[in-house]
Structure formats: C-alpha cells, structure tokens
C-alpha cells in the first residue's frame, strides 16, 4: 500500500494521455480522411452526368437550361466551386478576374500533367483543395468544354485544430482535477491503510498479554510449582478480560465498515445511568470508591440504543474508578436541545500532553495501559450524534457526554457544575452509596 497515491495519479495521467491520443487519432486522421472521401463523392456525383453544364453568363442573361434541379445533392454539393476554362488551363474571359487561390490552382494544373475526370489534391495557404478537372466533349463543338471543380475544406481542417486545442485544455484541466482528487484519495487510503496496521499491531499486542499470562499459569499448574486454585482465578480473570477486549474489536470494526446498527427507542436516561452504576459497582466497592448521583426528578427521555449507550457510560465509569482517590461525581442535565452527562473523578487529572490523544484506539499515556474502550465509547456517543470531551476540572478529570434529547420541551438550562470534595460531595447533591440502587 505504499505510494498508492502516487499510482492513482500515474493511472489517471495515462488514461488522460490515452484519450487524448485516441481523440488526435480521431480528430487529425479518421475525420479529415472522412471529409475528403466525402469531398470526393459530391465531385464525383457532380461530374457523373453527361453533357451537364454550368449555369453560365452571355451578354447579361443567364442561362441554365441545362441545369439538373432533380439531381441528388451531397451535402457538399453547395460548397462546390466551378471554374471555368477556355484553353488549356486558362481561365475563360468572364473569369479572367478569378481569385489569387484560383489563379495559383491554375498555376498547379498547367505545370503538372494533371487527369482529367479524376480527384487531385492542392494546398496553399490555408486552403485545402479537392479538385477535379472536367472536359466534356459535346460532339457539335471544336474543342471540349472544360471547367475545373473544386472544393475547399480548410475551414474544416482550421476547426479541427481549434478543437484540438479546445480538447486539450479541456483535458488538461480535468485531468489535474482528478489528479488532485485522486491523490487525496490515495493518501486517505495510504492513512487509513497505516491505521489498520497500527490497529492490528496493537490489538495483537493487547491480545499477547493475557495469552502469555494464562498460559504462563497453565504451565505452573501443569508443572506442579503454583497453586491451582490462585492460578484458576488468575487464568479467569484474564480470559474475561480477552474476552472483553475482543468484543471490543468486533464492535469497533462493525463500526469502522458501517455494520453497527443502533436500536433506538425512548430511555428515560436516568435508569440507563442507575444500571451502569449497578455494572461497576462491584469494581467501586473493593477500591473503596464512593459514586454520588446527581439527577433530576423529571424523567429525561432520549431516543438511543439502551445497550450501546450503556456501554459507553460504564466504559467511561471503569476509566474513572482507576483514577479516582474516593469518589466519582455523576451528573445529569438537560438544555433546550441536548442532555449533559458529565461524570467527574477526584483525582489527579489527565496529563496535559494525554488529552488530545486520550479518545485514540490503543493509545499508551504516561499511566502506562492503554486499549480502545475510550475509542469505542467516542464511536458510539457519535452514532448517537452526539459529543464527548475531557478535560480536567477543579477536582480531577472530567468526561462530558452531550446528545439529543428526544422531545422539544422547555427545560432549565441552568447546570451548575457539581463541588466533588474529597471529604464528602457538596451540597447540591443528591447523593447515597451504589448500595442504595441493589
């Protein structure tokens, strides 16, 4: 996957140059010809009648009886310009005032040996000529009748350089806009590529871990050197936790290919808040952590896929307990449009250089672990279209959910941030142990 850029740029230029080549085929050599064998057939058709004359000028009346009206016309015909001769290939006296053009044709025709009856070639300047001499032998005259009949396509050929020209700017610009687009294109993939290298590296990385340590235990046991019963525990729990990282995975490559699909239905965001304290509340208890609620009495109905969104809630809840000193702050409001869940730890904060990079899959910080639940829950929080943020507060690091709400109601959008002190939560809470929702 590398300089794919570049590849789809060198694609793009070749097929440009391609068409541009098959279109100066087309152009500069099948239509000319196409026009000349065209030019050809009207002099032929014209000159196929026999005792045919021109109509002609004597002593002011024209006369041109003998013209053919019903004769089929090519779409040439009209184009056709008849010289009349008189000796040889000097024109006759009522066109002795003939064209500088006529005059150096007359001048081809007189120094080669030039058919009669028969398609010739002339070029001078900017004109083209197709010609063809006739000589018409009417029995009761001295001399044959003979005129010249020519046709002029220069025009044509001067269009075609026109359009040559237009054509190629045309492409020229088309083709740099591909080339531009195609080479963003390449470098997204070039990125997306390099990402999910990185994603399998890492996820291969996380995975190693708890193999080599249930098969580190395996073989304590297997070898007789560790207790059974310690090692089973430890081997559970680690394969919980690959268990867990590998639903992990799916989940967020369903959601990198499109495939998650949410179940939507109206939650009252409360008791999806109650039930994700429930989920951790066994991890609070034995780390001695206190997680105070803060909710309106009012129900809060969203529209959201309940197991999803829970999901996200208590991935970022563990987070906090791995932080947190004593206590997790938990907070829920509406605004006119939105609901803000906000859920604060009080410890130390999040590394100032961890902040941009705290929402990355696998990302490695100076706490040392990393993984993708964080990434996961920003995954799901923007299917929900909705926002996520940290940041650190006045007390620890704060995570900041915001999504729709799912009716238009005039809620108070007074949303006072809650005072998390380490001797016990402040009095605008409404606050009781986990315990309490068992």
Known sequence: MKNIKLRIVYLILGAALLLFALFMLAVNVVIPAHFVSEAEKALRNEAQYENRTIPYTYEGEVYDDDWDDGAEEHFFTPSIVFLELENGYQPNTWSQDTYRLEKKLLAYC???????????????????????????????????????????????????????????????????????????????????????????????????????????????????????????????????????????????????????????????????????????????AASGITIAPDFPEEPIMVKCDDTQMRRAVTNILTNGLRYAHSQLCLTCRPDKRNVIIRIQDDGDGIAEGDLPHIFERFYMGKSGKSGIGLALTKEIIHLHKGTIRAYNGDGGAVFEISFPVSRKEDHRAAFERPSCKKDGPGKNLCWCRVESFL
């Open 110 to 284: 007189s120094e080669r040996s030039v058919a009669p009856n028969r398609c010739h070639y002339f070029k001078a300047d900017k004109h083209h000529l197709i010609f063809m001499p006739v000589q018409e032998d009417y029995g009761n005259s001295e001399k044959p009748y003979s005129y010249i009949m020519y046709i002029d396509i220069g025009p044509i050929t001067r269009y075609i350089v026109t359009l040559n020209w237009a054509f190629f700017g045309v492409l020229l610009a088309i083709s740099s806009v591909m080339c531009l687009l195609g080479f963003r294109f390449g470098r997204d993939i070039e990125k997306e590529a390099e990402r999910q290298q990185t994603f399998f590296q890492n996820a291969s990385h996380e995975l190693k871990t708890p193999l080599m340590a249930i098969q580190g235990y395996a073989e304590g046991i297997q070898a007789g050197v560790m207790d059974t019963a310690s090692a089973a525990e430890v081997i559970l729990e680690e394969s919980d936790r690959m268990t867990e990282l590998v639903d992990e995975l799916l989940d967020i490559s369903k959601i990198d290919m499109g495939r998650q699909q949410l179940t939507l239905s109206e939650t009252d965001i409360r008791e999806l808040l109650y039930d994700s304290i429930r989920a951790v509340e066994p991890a609070a």
